[in-house]
């Protein structure tokens, strides 16, 4: 019973790490900003008005690429937080 008291206590961790979790990127320059969540959802983001100087297909290119690199900083932290998971599993 202790063990899976334990057990479950290292799995709310990560749970509560996943849920806290935030990643966030800013393009060269600062001029798109990109939050995402634990789970890779986007919850914030932000462009400056040197956005205006832009043309749409730049403005998507540079968007898109921040906001995923945002999403693959996210997965690698979860990837982390999990893989500690499962170290600290097999030792108990």
Known sequence: MELAKHRTGLLQ???DGVNALRAVVAS???????????LGALVDL????????????AV????VATIHQAVQQSNDER?????????????T
């Not at 060269?28 to 634990?38: F, H, L, M, N």
């Open 13 to 15: 961790d990560v749970v």
């Open 28 to 38: 060269e320059g600062g001029i798109v900003t990109a939050t995402v969540d634990g």
């Open 46 to 57: 932000r462009i400056t008005d040197a956005i205006t100087a832009m043309d749409s297909p």
């Open 60 to 63: 998507a290119a540079l968007t």
């Open 79 to 91: 990837e982390r937080l999990v893989g500690e998971l499962l170290v600290s599993l097999k030792q």
